[in-house]
């Protein structure tokens, strides 16, 4: 098999696995949903509205982090050593298992944007098309660093805290929960210094229209750097050999 195959088969593995497990469909999509629909309704429609773009990168995460601890699922299976052996590249294991978890996050927030006229927003062709780019490359970004977290772990207990310690704090000081403008000093720098503060930025600008925050050209070329480099820290990753791999 082609290592482009290979990688074909991987992602697909990834869809027929999702919709055989529904409770990964309820977790990954209903959760933010409920959330943005209580937190949004309890602050007015202002705040639902600024909450939308916020609530579609957090269901991109929760899709992430459901998808890629299938890692360590299938390296307790054997499926995983199995893989290894095999004649493909590990770089097509990356592919396959990134971006088989980026189109499962990637279709629930398309779901989820069928929500926006709650939020009183009406897309244009132009903001549909920028937000539906924007929502790819956050997915893959998501789904590769969950992937390069899961691939040095082997307890699904010990990947939930690190991703609930890491990724979780990264979507809160993005932008997506709380405006920048009001904070204290050292957290808008934590926030600039945010790689997920752009896309969000960006999402948001493409979703609702306003304009404010950092110029859209800048936080495209920051996304974009984004999901590459962590595409390629995924694949650095993988690439190492451990002790539990295979000789």
Not at 22 to 42: C, D, Q, T, Y
Not at 58 to 71: D, E, G, N, P, R
Not at 147 to 163: N, P, Y
């Amino acid at each position: 098999m082609s290592a482009a195959g290979a990688a074909g088969t991987l992602a697909e593995r990834e869809f027929v696995r999702f919709f055989r497990d529904r409770s990964r469909v309820v977790g990954a999509l209903g959760s933010p949903i409920v959330f943005w629909l209580l937190i949004g309704s309890g602050f007015g429609p202002d705040y639902r509205r600024y909450l939308f773009p916020g609530t579609a990168v957090l269901i991109l995460l929760f899709a992430a982090i459901f998808s890629t601890i299938s890692i360590i699922e299938d390296r307790r299976e054997g499926f995983l050593q199995s893989v290894l052996v095999s004649p493909i590249p590990r770089t097509a294991i990356v592919a396959g298992k990134v971006l088989g978890g980026a189109g499962l996050a990637f279709v629930q927030a398309l779901v989820f944007l069928a929500l926006a006229p709650l939020a009183g927003i009406r897309f244009s062709g132009a903001s549909l098309a920028l937000a539906l780019l924007l929502l790819a490359l956050l997915a893959i970004a998501l789904t590769a660093l969950g992937f390069a977290i899961a691939w040095s772990l082997d307890s699904t207990q010990g990947f939930h805290a690190v991703m609930n310690l890491f990724l979780i704090p990264l979507w809160l000081l993005s932008g997506a929960f709380f405006p920048e403008s009001g904070t204290p000093r050292w957290l808008k720098w934590v926030m600039a210094v945010n790689p997920l503060s752009y896309g969000v930025a960006a999402l948001r600008r493409a979703i609702s229209g306003r304009s404010s925050g950092p110029p859209m050209a800048l936080c495209l070329a920051v996304t974009l750097a984004f999901t590459v480099a962590l595409f390629a820290i995924a694949a650095a990753v993988a690439s190492r050999r451990s002790a539990a791999d295979p000789a």
